[in-house]
Nanobody
Framework: QVQLVESGGGSVQAGGSLRLSCAAF????????MGWFRQAPGKEREGVAG??????????NYADSVKGRFTISHDNAKNTLYLQMTSLKPEDTAMYYC???????????????????WGQGTQVTVSS
């Protein structure tokens, strides 16, 4: 049974940093796509960053709103996905979710319907 467990959320002031982690249990695929999504109250869930295992080092993708501020990475040995968030803004406030699927996602990394497995979410709150 696949289980994704997020951690690392919290409350920070604008300009601060946080690192989210997503530990994957029972998930051991050589081909995969993993992503971070977020959902603010009253808004749709949106893709923030994606990591595709394609190629030697994998491929990363980012939403325009976070490019240059967020970095997604994956540690194969720990089977853990990370999201390093810097220069945080109040508009980054949301529940952040980790998602995974045992297929290459390519250009669909941002689509929540692509992913079969989801974590429970971790709250990020950025105050001005």
């Amino acid at each position: 049974q696949v289980q994704l467990v997020e951690s690392g959320g919290g409350s920070v002031q604008a300009g601060g940093s946080l690192r989210l982690s997503c530990a994957a249990f029972g998930y051991a695929y050589s081909t995969y796509c993993m992503g971070w999504f977020r959902q603010a109250p009253g808004k749709e869930r949106e893709g923030v960053a994606g990591f595709d295992s394609y190629g030697r080092y994998g491929r990363t993708n980012y939403a325009d709103s976070v490019k240059g501020r967020f970095t997604i990475s994956h540690d194969n040995a720990k089977n853990t996905l990370y999201l390093q968030m810097t220069s945080l803004k109040p508009e980054d406030t949301a529940m952040y979710y980790c998602a995974a699927d045992p297929r290459h996602c390519g250009g669909t990394w941002y689509s929540s319907v692509w992913y079969n497995y989801w974590g429970q979410g971790t709250q990020v709150t950025v105050s001005s």
